[in-house]
């Protein structure tokens, strides 16, 4: 199954707008005029095909009042592009909170983990939240992408805000991911130079 994990952004409402993401000429998957508050709708709407079901992992900050009414705006896009698109979705909420202590951090990693399974698609974005989750929500990848079976590490995104010119662009940030995977697996080798090989294999 196709599955995206995003954040519920904290931002009161009047700082998120709608905008249509400016993404990198030829990227398939982040090309779009949609006008949305959240760029994982882009990757959504471009991914998910007539007839099929995805799911939402949608992380939640307990006790913000921005949160609620984000996560109704969330909500009400969703449904805007699933009925355009013919599809349908399921929403799993992981509830987080504000403390960045070990016990949460792994608490989030675990809720994580325990929604993915053998043979998922995966797909994230990591646009909003505080600073720690797009770390732990990579970890989670990196656990899908070593220890489930055929399970695929489609994208991981990033949507900004440039606050000089007031343009938003949309990237694809995966090369994060498997640079990360690859530090491990080049490190058990005894290479001269590792920087190298990894420019190498992920073709830079």
Known sequence: MKKYITVIPMQPIESLHKTSYEAKEGDELLTSDLETRFPVMVMIKNSAVE??????????????????????????ELDEISKAGNFRYKINNIETTLSETPEKQFELLKNIVEILNDGDIIYSDITYGAKPTPIVIMMAM???????KNTDIRAMIYGSFNHSTNKTAIFDVSSLFYMNS????????????????MKAIIDL
């Open 51 to 76: 007839n099929e079901e995805i799911e939402i992992v949608a992380i939640v900050t307990k006790g913000n009042d921005n949160v609620r009414v984000n996560y109704d705006l969330f909500v009400e």
């Open 142 to 148: 990196n656990y899908a992408y070593e220890f489930l």
């Open 182 to 197: 690859l530090m491990f697996r080049v490190s058990r080798r005894d290479m001269e130079n590792p920087l190298e090989t």
